[in-house]
């Protein structure tokens, strides 16, 4: 294939720009209130590398040769919807990865359930690139990466996760990227069981991140910083003990049958972006799995 014109790129984002119009996203952005920050989030480690401003609204996540770090939710959820607006590392970025996403474990334990964003620096001037993965009881390997369709460094972007009984949808501004189905069946690959928290980090990867790990990071351009604010979760927070947040009523927006399925619009969308950002699927990868995963083939 060859690669699209940046002017055929932009008259495509201008198109899926102005048909994105999902209710759901829509409907939570509407009721996304300021979160302050103490109230919903502790610091996970070195909190001498993170940030706010005056007003408490935005956060700053340093790298440095030292440390990254990193920052959590206070509460667990199960099924919801959970945006972050982010504005990653500018310039000279190889070997940086900032990262979105929720587990159901505080450290990397053996059996945790995982749903990430990843973002992959650059050097200066190449492109970011996103990936996301999804663990289920500690298995993993389900990369996909994704180009952008714009320099998610210029300015803030919308990255979200839209997670219920029978969807998983990673979202980049409105439009839905990647999609998981529950299929319920023997071979499904669909985190439904554990409650997770959300997190936010920053770190250095340059073992593997920029082109497989060929660019190293240049410490020289340190500190590296990413920057975050609007964190929504309109979702349901997890209450020991059990049972909470079981799929018995749906007066909640993101469990309702709009919620259950990608509207015709954003169908649309996530078929451009399918045709056009795709640079990696591990459904496409019988290189690294001669049997591909069951659930590729659902
Ligand atoms: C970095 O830029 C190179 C060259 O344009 C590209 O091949 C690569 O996919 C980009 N992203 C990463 C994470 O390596």
Redesign the pocket.
């Known amino acids: 294939m060859q690669p699209a014109s940046p002017w055929l790129l932009l008259l495509l984002y201008c198109a899926v720009y102005f048909t994105a119009s999902s209710p759901g996203p829509a409907a939570a952005a509407a009721g996304g209130s300021s979160f302050v920050f103490e109230d919903n989030f502790d610091i996970m480690w070195a909190e001498d590398h993170f940030k706010t401003s005056p007003d408490g609204q935005v956060w700053y996540l340093y790298l440095d040769k030292k440390t990254g770090c990193g920052f959590q939710t206070k509460q667990r959820y199960r099924f919801g919807w959970f945006s972050m607006k982010l504005k990653l590392v500018g310039g000279d970025s190889a070997g940086v990865v900032t990262a979105f996403y929720m587990c159901s474990d505080l450290g990397a334990g053996p059996e945790r359930d995982e749903i990430d964003f990843e973002f ?4 200066s001037g ?4 996103i990936q996301t993965n999804i663990y289920k009881s500690g298995v993993g390997g389900r990369e996909m990466r994704h180009m952008l369709w714009f320099d998610p460094t210029a300015d803030f972007h919308t990255y979200a996760l839209l997670w219920n009984p029978h969807r998983l949808v990673f979202y980049v501004d409105r439009v839905p990227i990647r999609v998981l189905k529950n299929t319920e069946g023997p071979n499904d690959f669909f985190p439904i069981e554990k409650p997770m928290w959300m997190f936010s980090s920053i770190w250095n990867a340059d073992d593997w ?4 790990g060929l ?1 190293k990071t240049d410490w020289k351009k340190a500190p590296f910083v990413s920057t975050y604010k609007d964190f929504v979760a309109d979702a349901c927070q997890w209450k020991d003990p059990y049972p909470a947040c079981v799929a018995t009523t749906t007066k909640n927006w993101w469990d309702q049958y709009g919620a259950w399925v990608l509207s015709a619009d954003q169908q649309e969308d996530f078929s451009w972006v399918g045709r056009n950002l795709v ?1 990696y699927d591990y459904c496409k990868d019988t290189e690294r799995y001669p049997k591909l995963p069951p659930e590729c083939s659902l």
Request: net charge positive; glycine share 14%; hydrophobic share 20%.
């Open positions: 992959l620096g650059n050097r190449q492109p970011y690139t991140a920029t082109r497989g660019e640079i």
